[in-house]
């Protein structure tokens, strides 16, 4: 395969979240042929933006060959699903993929005008905050229902993954790619001039009254203009230059980075159920109280404040300036961080919480199919290819995430630690199940933009945290 001829121009830097940018690939493709079925425009038509610019997607056919188009965001991975697809036309020399990668706005739009219009990708790459749209506006196809990928067994990826992408119908809507967790990247040189050694961050306790010995830490490694560290007499809060913690932002609706390990360590869930809930508990006190420790931060001048890192913050500018000493961030983020000129990055663990261990949320991508495509068992066949021990393990030596699978996991492992990077303080997070799931429920779109300005305003000061208690019965509302 020529993957100059298949693949969107690549971007570099991307993360997972909601911040992914960059270049985007080919934006309009021949739809010769009809080789697309519409669903009812009635059923996915409100997934359409104002002003969406609806591009054909297909790509050509040729005598002879089953064409499938594969989407995806990011741009560190492309070579490594580069690789699996050439693998897999080798063994399925009846079917051609074509590899797009755009940007993360970029991507999200052309998926939704290529719903909208019958003219998507085959398989497309999933993400949870837009999964549960999709699933219920029936424009992913369940893949219990299709020969390749029924004979997959969900406990075949790592526990609870799978669960993530079962629907409220029962159907199986995506294949697991990987998994993420959070830990604390933190700059060793700064840790160093604080008197302190990376043995001092394993073990950490914290809670939302008096921030345990995570607090502790962060004053330490907080220095204000003068030079006084944060546990010292005369600390200036209001003129610091170095912070013991990046900003991350507010959080929005299920501050993954941000909060999530913290109000997760109190035993808070978000919903009453694992997945499809449709009760949230923001107005739990566990969940107010840990969000009101994490801005009084900003006050005692341990975290910048909204003013410096804004609704995009970049953690990792804010690293590799010095101007913060530790990132809570993803395992998505370790190539970013290790990447860094001049900064000897480590890890450690995010700290135990009253529940007695540390906790992170879980999160993964999937692959999803299509409703539209008129090649389902080829997709089925690619997608089912995809999530495999070949290719996860393929995609887990190029050390940039964690597979789903044990194999592909474990692959990663391996190949970070030859690198001289022990990634352990995000994967024991998976093997003690200290983990809480990312929520899956319907209205998620309505829900962000309803928790996004609430959380904005609470951390830049002007909101007290019940406003998100007052919200929770709005948001509760949407259900019944």
Known sequence: MNPTTRTGRVTHGATRSRSYRGETGPTTRSTAGGRRRRLRVSSIAALAGAGLVLAGCAAPELDGEV??????????????YQQCVQAFEDANPDINVRVSQYGWDDYWQKVTAGFVAGAGPDVLTGHLTRYPEYVTREVLLDLNELEATSQIEPDEFQEGLSELWVGPDGGWYGIPKDFDTIALFYNQALLADAGLEPEDLEGLDWNPDDGGTFEEILARLSVDANGVRGDEDGFDPGNVVTYGIASNGSGGFDGQTQWSWLAGATGWEYTNAQVWGDEYNYDDPRFLDSIEWLFSLVDKGFMPPFEIGGTDPNPVQQFASGQAAISANGSWMIRSFAALDGVEMGIAPVPSGPVGHPVSMYNGLADNINAQTEHPEEAARLVAYLGSDE??????????????????????????????????????????????????????????????????????????????????????????
């Open 67 to 80: 064409h499938l188009d594969y989407w995806l965001w990011d741009a560190n991975q492309l070579p490594a």
């Open 391 to 480: 290719c996860q393990i393929t995609v887990g030596e190029q050390a940039v995430i964690f597979p789903a699978r044990p194999a592909g996991t474990e692959a990663a492992v391996e190949e970070f630690a030859a690198e001289g990077i022990d990634v352990t303080p995000f994967t024991d997070l998976v093997d003690n199940n200290y983990t809480v799931l990312f929520p899956v429920t319907d209205h998620g779109a309505a829900i962000t933009s309803l928790v996004t300005p609430v959380m904005d305003s609470i951390y830049l000061g002007t909101r007290d945290v019940q406003a998100m208690a007052e919200l929770n019965d709005q948001i509760n509302n949407m259900f019944e």
